[in-house]
């Protein structure tokens, strides 16, 4: 067995994993639990209406059992759906720009979802290696934008996605928090690319105290 062969069973061991996890959480089992708790704190800070939340939910398993269901896409490529405000971003590897979008145009026939952002690369799948750095710029990214400090913003409404080196940003945001946000991560050593998808929303104006007669 060639190495190109064995690297592409570790990535689809681990990507099954993954379906496994998700799957098991889905049927009611026990990681049920994790997930409710994380759904009611996402549902508390989040500005998406507790329906779009468990709708989002919703599209990227959907969006993964499409995946998996089609060996001639999964087989052949590293791609994953991460949807916010029933807006689909996709990323990873794809062998051809024909599968790319070949799993776009399945996840932008999901009911409920708006819009498809396909920034799939055409290429050889990463390394692990890679798919470690990627967590950890992730992790980086929502640690330093927390220290944003902007009237009425919270980083937990921000999304971070990143892949092979791109940092991707989706959230219901106004401008001035995008692009604060925007700045923050691309000051992390190692991004190589920061991507913005985020829904811009108008700020609140403070509410002025009615002048005494």
């Known amino acids: 067995?060639?190495?190109?062969?064995?690297?592409?069973?570790?990535?689809?061991?681990?990507?099954?994993?993954?379906?496994?996890?998700?799957?098991?959480?889905?049927?009611?089992?026990?990681?049920?639990?994790?997930?409710?708790?994380?759904?009611?704190?996402?549902?508390?800070?989040?500005?998406?209406?507790?329906?779009?939340?468990?709708?989002?939910?919703?599209i990227e398993l959907r969006a993964r059992d499409a995946y998996l269901k089609h060996p001639q896409l999964s087989e052949h490529s590293q791609?994953?759906?991460?949807?916010?405000?029933?807006?689909?971003?996709?990323?990873?590897?794809?062998?051809?720009?024909?599968?790319?979008?070949?799993?776009?145009?399945?996840?932008?026939?999901?009911?409920?979802?708006?819009q498809?952002?396909?920034?799939?690369?055409?290429?050889?799948?990463?390394?692990?290696?890679?798919l470690g750095k990627d967590a950890m710029l992730t992790s980086r990214a929502k640690l330093a934008i927390q220290s944003i400090k902007l009237p009425g913003f919270d980083a937990l409404r921000v999304k971070v996605v990143t892949d092979n080196g791109v940092v991707y940003l989706m959230g219901l945001v106004t401008p001035a928090e995008g692009d604060a946000t925007a700045e923050k991560v691309r000051r992390i050593p190692g991004v190589q690319r920061v991507v913005k998808i985020f829904e811009y929303i108008e700020p609140k104006r403070p509410n002025r105290a009615a002048a005494p007669a």
């Open 1 to 58: 067995m060639n190495a190109a062969r064995r690297r592409r069973i570790r990535h689809r061991m681990a990507w099954l994993v993954a379906t496994a996890t998700t799957l098991l959480t889905l049927c009611g089992c026990g990681p049920m639990v994790v997930a409710g708790a994380t759904y009611g704190a996402a549902v508390a800070y989040d500005r998406r209406s507790a329906d779009v939340v468990l709708d989002d939910e919703i």
């Open 79 to 114: 791609l994953k759906a991460t949807s916010y405000n029933l807006s689909v971003l996709i990323t990873g590897q794809a062998e051809s720009a024909q599968i790319a979008d070949r799993f776009a145009r399945l996840v932008a026939q999901l009911p409920k979802v708006k």
């Open 116 to 130: 498809v952002y396909n920034e799939a690369e055409i290429g050889p799948m990463i390394s692990l290696g890679q």
